[in-house]
């Protein structure tokens, strides 16, 4: 069983920047699809951005050319980088791992971002 811990989140002010971190309990070297989900307060969970095991990623179009999600797999470790944050990108922010081969998906439990002046 995949335990994903996510880590990172705060409190920033509107224009600032926030790298999350997704630790994984195990490899999740070429066989994992990750993707980072966000849930803003009576709101649906939304697919932010995601990255194949080869490497391809995308994002939703309203974080496009602000976030970046990258993966280290000898660390085990999948990132998000958001840079010029808005209000609108306050939410809890969940790390999701799926396995190619079997389907089986694994959730973290979040980490709070607010943004605020």
């Known amino acids: 069983q995949m335990q994903l811990v996510e880590s990172g989140g705060g409190l920033v002010q509107p224009g600032g920047s926030l790298r999350l971190s997704c630790a994984a309990s195990g490899s999740i070297a070429a066989i994992y699809d990750m993707a980072w989900y966000r849930q803003a307060p009576g709101k649906q969970r939304e697919l932010v951005a995601t990255i194949r095991s080869g490497g391809s990623t995308n994002y939703v179009d309203s974080v496009k050319g602000r976030f970046t999600i990258s993966r280290d797999n000898a660390k085990n470790t999948v990132y998000l980088q958001m840079n010029s944050l808005k209000p609108e990108d306050t939410a809890v922010y969940y790390c999701?791992?799926?396995?190619?081969?079997?389907?089986?998906?694994?959730w973290g439990q979040g980490t709070q971002v607010t943004v605020s002046s």
């Open positions: 999701n791992g799926r396995s190619e081969i079997s389907g089986n998906q694994y």
